[in-house]
């Protein structure tokens, strides 16, 4: 990677760090594109996405149980619907923590619904570790594969089409939630 200065790899790391605390999928994506041309062991692009996938996601079980101690919280806790949701939440902890990771926009309220019907804090950081390292292997396992059969055309068509499959997956889920049946 020409356009980072001798002796300022860590600042590329750390933006894969930081990276996925403000969007985690294009990150993923970027990373997984950017380990395919970098002169660079691609495992340490690899580390550090999957590093600051965990850590951008183990906090968000804290805010969830935060909310459960305010008046207004304990009060929608306490109705039916809710209670039924948190019985499958607490029984199914490990099988939704894995399954969320891959439905768009269900990540956030189930990890902040886990923390606030209170499931055993281990039991999510390991689910969303394991779930994380799927998501991160997945992707650059497809991106090197396809590398390795397409070759050098693949590092410059394959993240313009990830991230064309990205917005359009993205502008379908909005398209039908805006205009769906109501």
Request: hydrophobic share 50%; net charge positive; no cysteine.
């Amino acid at each position: 990677m020409e356009f980072i200065p001798e002796g300022s790899m860590w600042m590329f790391y750390l933006l894969l760090f930081i990276g996925p605390f403000v969007q985690e999928d294009t990150t993923v994506i970027g990373a997984a594109s950017l380990s395919l041309t970098s002169p660079n062991p691609w495992y340490f692009i690899y580390a550090a996405v999957l590093a600051g996938l965990i850590a951008s996601d183990s906090w968000k079980y804290w805010l969830g149980w935060a909310a459960k101690h305010h008046k207004w919280a304990k009060k929608y806790g306490e109705r039916e619907r809710v209670q039924k949701l948190k019985d499958v939440v607490q029984n199914n902890a490990i099988k939704t923590l894995v399954t969320v990771r891959f439905l768009p926009m269900a990540r956030i309220p189930t990890y902040l619904a886990t923390g606030f019907f209170g499931v055993p804090y281990i039991k999510y950081w390991l689910s969303i570790a394991f779930s994380g390292f799927l998501y991160v292997s997945m992707f650059f396992l497809a991106f090197h594969l396809l590398g390795e059969l397409v070759g050098e055309q693949i590092k410059v068509y394959l993240p313009i089409v990830a991230v064309g499959l990205v917005v359009a997956l993205l502008g379908g889920l909005f398209l039908r939630k805006r205009f769906g049946r109501k």
